[in-house]
């Protein structure tokens, strides 16, 4: 099983179709975050932690294919960056439902 997670992790960038996806999630997020700040007034700080974390996913995925190492290292980091907002959302809820 550990071959298998590090084939994944530190496979080769995926090249532009999957990081203009994450670039798209990525504008979608903050699009929401400054949509709910002006109209709503609600802080809506989950939104920015999915902005990062969708963010370094794009950038592991448009690095060079002679990049494995760096993008297995971006991935983990916004792996690790959205299980936060996973087990933030567990322990104190009152993070995203404001």
């Known amino acids: 099983m550990p071959s298998s997670i590090s084939e994944t992790i530190f496979s080769e960038p995926s090249g532009r179709p999957i990081s203009l996806v994450h670039a798209a999630g990525t504008l979608i ?6 949509y709910g700040r002006i109209v709503g007034g609600s802080s809506g700080g989950w939104l920015l932690v999915m902005v990062l974390g969708t963010g370094i996913a794009g950038i592991a995925e448009a690095l ?7 993008a297995g290292v971006l991935r ?13 959302s567990v322990v104190a809820p009152d993070f995203i439902v404001g």
């Open 29 to 34: 997020f903050a699009g929401l975050y400054i």
């Open 64 to 70: 060079p294919e002679r990049r494995r190492q760096t």
């Open 76 to 88: 983990s980091v916004a792996i690790l960056v959205l299980l936060c907002l996973v087990v933030v």
